[in-house]
């Protein structure tokens, strides 16, 4: 299945030369509510990074001045499987134990980074990575609840924690975008590399309560060797014939079986 993201030119460079997609922090998207939201008050949103996109293969004139700029926007498209995949054995990552291998989407070297641990990434059916966006009318109400700490006893208690909520929900008057988008979950701590440790809830529910930073603001993930083979790139609809210049030399350098498009609007359509 084919998906669609708006950007801009400086943005699509990065993206051929390096063949990555950045994900950015979730408190730092143009949604201020919902990077603002919260549960007991864990700031969850610094661990949240994401990559937007929309499944609508109609142009938007929304999306295009909101994230292609006034004319020098560009809008990609590749299929939704796009990630390279490593093999990583002999790990275990809490309740999930590799049996000789298992396939991750997030490099070794950054499964075993002590400063940082993602939550695993194995396929794109699960909506913990790929999700449809769901439009509310009040975000708080499906976030307030996620982190809880539940049987208090002796100044412990039991740390429940629901990711999902956080990078799910938006307000309804962004119900425009008709998003879709990827996401990646990361503790402040690496749970793996404590091993068996009896403690080791209580340390990430420190670390979280804490809200103790991550040595990053946001994570680029690398695209499968051949992603670019199937690669859509359409200019905007007020794109000049020096950007289309540019476009197309960034393709011959980078993603030569790259397909370059005019917009559909290009005629009925001056961004201003």
């Known amino acids: ?65 909101m994230y292609g700029g006034d004319k020098g926007g560009i809008r990609i498209s590749l299929e939704q499987e796009m ?39 194995l396929d794109y059916k699960n909506d913990l990575f790929y999700r449809h966006v769901k439009y509310v009318d009040n975000i708080h109400v499906f976030t307030k609840d996620a982190i809880q700490i539940t049987n208090v006893r002796e100044s412990r208690g039991d740390f429940h924690m629901e990711m999902k909520p956080f990078g799910y929900y938006k307000n309804k008057r962004w119900e425009f975008q008709d998003e879709v988008r990827f996401v990646l979950y990361s503790l402040p701590i690496n749970p793996i590399l404590e091993g068996t440790n009896p403690e080791i809830s209580s340390i990430v529910m420190q670390s979280l309560l804490g809200n103790k930073s ?38 011959d350098k980078y993603a030569p079986n790259a397909t370059l498009k005019e917009s559909a609007l290009g005629k009925v359509v001056r961004l201003k």
């Open 214 to 251: 991550l040595p990053f603001h946001y994570y680029d993930m690398r695209l499968k060797d051949d992603a670019f083979d199937n690669l859509e790139i359409t200019l905007s609809p007020s794109a000049t014939e020096s950007q289309r210049l540019i476009v197309q030399a960034l393709i």
């Open 83 to 121: 990630f390279k995949e490593y093999l990583i054995s002999n790990l275990e990552l809490g309740d999930l134990q590799s049996q000789g291998a298992i396939k991750s989407k997030i490099p070794p070297q950054d499964m075993i980074n002590p400063n940082f641990f993602f939550i695993p990434i």
């Open 1 to 65: 299945m084919r998906i669609y993201h708006y950007t801009n030119l400086e943005s699509l460079a990065l993206i051929l030369k390096n063949q990555t997609i950045r994900f950015n922090r979730l408190d730092k998207v143009d949604d201020l509510e919902e990077g603002n939201t919260e549960s007991l008050g864990v700031k969850f949103c610094k661990y949240v990074f994401v990559s937007c996109w929309t499944e609508t293969a109609e142009e938007s004139i929304p999306l295009w001045k």
